[in-house]
């Protein structure tokens, strides 16, 4: 299988590199396009999900503050009947109607438990109390007589019954999907004298609908909303206009997550959450089909535009692409034409010499290749015999260098015979100056012998100039041995008497100082009397300077140091307190044994 895999690899890039130019461009372009296609759709994908997860950061903030907001009013309602309980106008009214068979005390505590009813009504019906309704032994006292009428006597029954086993405590009844209302139940204990035997019951029967709506319309974020109040299976509230079916779905849905439920050709954005205290279950459901027709249009028009973009993107691909070949195709062209005959150069409808861009510059280079190329070989002829005679005369002026060395000596000893020992001197370093000019064709030698050259070369000069030529030479001990190119000292020396003896009629002081620094060798050689031009050897690179004798041998002894040892060594020129300063850098290296 890997084996195949290769295989089927390898002729894939074979087919891809022979094909032309065009369709590799253009293979590129569309690997970029669908790259970029697909980059697009993971993004929309990213976005869309994250959308989601900023919508039900948002509906599961305000579904808090609202089950936060419930369970605030349910608590109040609870406390409300703690106040009605304890009420003493209310426990001496119950206790009266209960103690007493007087029918004009009875209807008076009748009345005055309605009045503190009534009071307390008005103060908690902002809590979603629909009405307050309390039972004894002879009347039932209620605030809303109409509402109370029109609540499901079944319900009221079961309401009562937990009341009755709750003994006092507070106990919640739920309609148990029949009735969006819940009471609150509690049974009323004769507080004096510690009795606690039942006097009577009371019910608070608050309206859900009213108070979920007025809870949520106050923030609510969108037009419209459904919500849903469940205790476990059992649906306590749910908002008009909700399936039966929806809302047992939705019942399924796990506390503090979100869902996209469809009903009846509509979606719905479900979020989950808890009443405090309570533990019931509280959801929101928010109409998603105009978000998700917003999502699909723009998606639609998004998918429109690139797909414009991808088309427009790959008609200019072409354009470009021929645009451009076309002149690599015309330059192939000229190359045929020069490949068959190298004495025509074939000319071209556009004008390539304006251009800088690197269409441009291959034509112009081509261009000057073929004209030198033409050049060369108009005059190559004349080259060839001009060559043949330049070596025979070279060889007929060739002198033997054994000749020069002989005839040197035999000078030398004819002035030791003279006792002249200025002309033995001078012999003797000249012919140690042509030995090491002539007979070494090494590309390093050690600082002793560049030293030894430097020695001789002195010597002559001092014969010549006396005291007006003072030479210094401070070298490091352990340097001696240190590899360079040679006669690389010695024409620093000569340019720095040459030019320090004519600008000058005093003496001139030669300093030569070869020291460490760092892991390089510094080789100096300073002179007073003269000093270098600024930038002197980058004018003489860049041709701004043409050079002379002199200029040739600086850039000859910076070019060979950095062709054998890189460009991080090389010759420096400074002036330094009207001395010319040249400075040679290189590394520090040895011969090996």
């Known amino acids: 299988m890997k084996k195949r895999a290769e295989t089927i690899q390898i002729k894939f890039l074979t087919l891809f590199k022979n094909l032309s130019l065009r369709w590799k461009i253009f293979f590129i372009v569309l690997l970029n396009v669908v790259s970029l296609l697909l980059f697009s759709f993971i993004g929309f994908t990213i976005l869309s999900k994250t959308y989601n997860e900023l919508l039900y950061r948002s509906i599961a903030g305000n579904l808090s503050f609202s089950a936060n907001t419930i369970s605030t009013n349910l608590k109040d309602v609870e406390r409300l009947s703690s106040i009605i309980l304890s009420t003493s106008s209310i426990q001496t009214s119950l206790s009266a109607i209960h103690e007493s068979e007087d029918a004009v005390v009875r209807s008076n505590a009748n009345r005055s438990i309605n009045t503190a009813l009534s009071s307390y009504y008005e103060t908690f019906r902002q809590n979603g109390v629909s009405y307050i309704v309390l039972f004894n032994d002879n009347f039932s006292n209620a605030t809303n007589w109409a509402a109370y009428e029109k609540t499901d006597r079944e319900f009221i ?15 919640w009844t739920t309609g148990g999907g029949s009735t969006s209302g819940l009471f609150l139940g509690r049974n009323i204990r004769k507080i004096e004298g510690l009795d606690f035997s039942t006097i009577g019951r009371l019910l608070i029967y608050v309206d859900t609908d009213r108070l979920i709506n007025t809870i949520n319309r106050s923030f609510q974020t969108f037009d419209t ?20 079916d929806l809302v ?6 796990e506390d503090d997550t979100y869902q996209t439920l469809q009903s009846d050709n509509h979606t719905y954005f479900a979020v989950s959450s808890k009443i405090p205290y309570y533990d019931w279950r509280y959801i929101s459901l928010i109409p998603f089909d105009s978000i998700i027709h917003s999502i699909g249009r723009s998606a639609k028009i998004i998918l429109g535009i690139m797909v414009l973009g991808i088309l427009t993107a790959l008609v200019l691909t072409q354009w470009l692409i021929y645009s451009i070949l076309r002149h690599f195709n015309a330059l192939i062209v000229k190359m045929d034409v020069f490949s068959k005959n ?11 010499s304006t251009r800088n861009d690197e269409i441009g510059r291959l034509h112009q280079r081509f261009d000057r290749m073929a004209t030198r190329i033409r050049t060369l070989v108009d005059t190559n002829y004349k080259n060839e015999l001009l060559r043949k005679e330049a070596q025979i005369k070279a060889l007929e002026s060739q002198i033997n260098p054994h000749f020069l060395y002989n005839t040197l000596e035999s000078i030398n000893w004819r002035a030791k015979a003279s006792k002249n020992a200025e002309i033995s001197m001078m012999a003797e370093s000249l012919g140690t100056l042509l030995r090491s000019t002539l007979s070494n064709h090494e590309s390093l030698v050690e600082l002793d012998y560049e030293l030894e050259l430097v ?27 240190i590899l360079m190119p040679p006669l690389t000292i010695q024409p620093l020396i ?6 320090g003896m004519e600008e000058m009629t005093e003496t001139c002081h030669i300093e030569l100082l070869v020291r460490h620094e760092g892991d390089q060798v510094l080789i100096r050689v300073k002179n007073n009397g003269s000093v270098f031009e600024d930038h002197l050897l980058e004018k003489l690179k860049s041709r701004e300077k043409q050079p002379n ?27 330094e307190d009207d001395c010319a300063t040249a400075d040679i850098h290189i590394p520090f290296q040895v011969k090996e044994n």
């Open 157 to 171: 029954d079961h309401a009562l019954q937990n009341a009755e086993l709750g003994d006092g405590a507070v106990s």
């Open 225 to 244: 909303g459904y919500y849903i109040l469940a205790d476990g299976p059992d649906t306590i509230y749910a908002s008009s206009g909700l399936s039966k």
């Open 248 to 253: 047992n779905r939705t019942l399924l849905l």
């Open 342 to 352: 190298e004495l025509t150069l074939e000319q071209s409808a556009y004008d390539y």
């Open 455 to 481: 020695r001789a070369y002195i010597t002559i000069q001092k014969i010549r100039f006396e005291d007006r030529l003072d030479f210094l030479s401070l070298v490091d001990d352990d340097l001696h041995h």
């Open 494 to 499: 000569e340019n720095a008497i040459r030019y």
């Open 549 to 575: 004798g002199f200029g040739i041998g600086l850039m000859n002894i910076d070019q060979r140091i950095r062709l054998l040892f890189g460009d991080a060594y090389g010759l420096e020129l400074n002036n």
